[in-house]
């Protein structure tokens, strides 16, 4: 028998109910595949841990968290804590702390779903840097309330961050059995951050003379998911590009609610962190109509990089079973089933 030991965040919001219907799905998978099973170390950092202990998590936290096989998030943020405080205290810093550069997001049609797309192929990775480039965090403010008020919202694009991050691309497609790549760029605009990157794009891609790659401007990237997604196989892309055009293949599958996030440390020297790509939903939190299959997605990554890939690939079963049959449906998709609704439906086929 082997035991995972995970760190479980539920955060805020709906965090707190798609967690606990994820713990669910891991418990069933416990059950039926007996070789396996999950410790959970539940950890109550989140907006209300901020208001009670003025911050998002312990001094201790990150030693708390870095004790485990992998860490699984729900969502951060909620009204009454500024964004800029609650995500730079608690998700932003796990994510550079466990050098989790790399941020796997795959934007995959499942059969079922009845998004305006479902009837194109759409099957692609987007591979977003995940350590630097525009979420730095660093800036400056000055002459509050002057007429003369200026802000700086600075990027740090490295070498060293850039290159590892393009070569990761290049590496997952080649082992993929993928043959193209797309890089996000920017450069006509951008002339120190985008010019750098099309640089070091250009010096990779050397490497990999069997894969045709382009460079494309976001812009027109954005427009080119909705126009051609059968042509995307793997999308590179920096820190905030990527968080745009992963939540726009969320979207295209349907909702926001469905997508997955991987923040992995390749060298699996730090645990990696498993999350929806999804917030908090404060419009609908509390209302038990969350769509949890971000959260189920995001576990049969994290199962996947724990090398179950078996049970990874019955939760993608049983998702797709459920939403080919129509057994459950939430809100966000077209349907009226609750959030335990969707999980029992996907219980019964596990
Ligand atoms: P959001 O993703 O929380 O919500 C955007 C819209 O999508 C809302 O209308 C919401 O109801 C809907 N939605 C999101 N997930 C859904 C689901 N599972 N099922 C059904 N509908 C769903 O984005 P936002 O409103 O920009 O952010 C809200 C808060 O969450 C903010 O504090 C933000 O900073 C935070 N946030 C956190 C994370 C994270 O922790 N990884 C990610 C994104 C946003
Ligand atoms: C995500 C989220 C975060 C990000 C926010 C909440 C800081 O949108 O995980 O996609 O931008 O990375
Ligand atoms: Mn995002």
Redesign the pocket.
Known sequence: MKTFRLNVIP?D???VD?IREGRRVLDRIAEVSGGISFQYHELPWSCEYYLKHGKMMPADGMAILRDCDAIL?G????PGVP?HI??RQL?LPIRVEFDQYVNMRPVKMLPGLNSPLKNETMDFVCIRENSEGEYCGKGEWKNHGQADEMVMQHSIFTRKGTERILRYAFEYAKKNGKNHLLSATKSNALNYSMVFWDQIYDEVRQDYPDMTSAKMHVDALAGYFIMHPDRLQVVVASNLFGDILTDLGSAMLG???ISPSGNINPARKYPSMF??????????AGKGI??PM?TFWAISMMLEHLDCKEEADQIMTAMQHVLREGKAV?Q?IGGKASTTEMTDAILAVL
């Open positions: 955060g919001g709906i965090g798609v998030l969502a951060v943020g909620f964004d609650s995500l998700l909702s926001i609610g999350e929806p790509i999804h917030g908090s939903a404060p419009d609908i969350a769509n971000g939430t966000d």
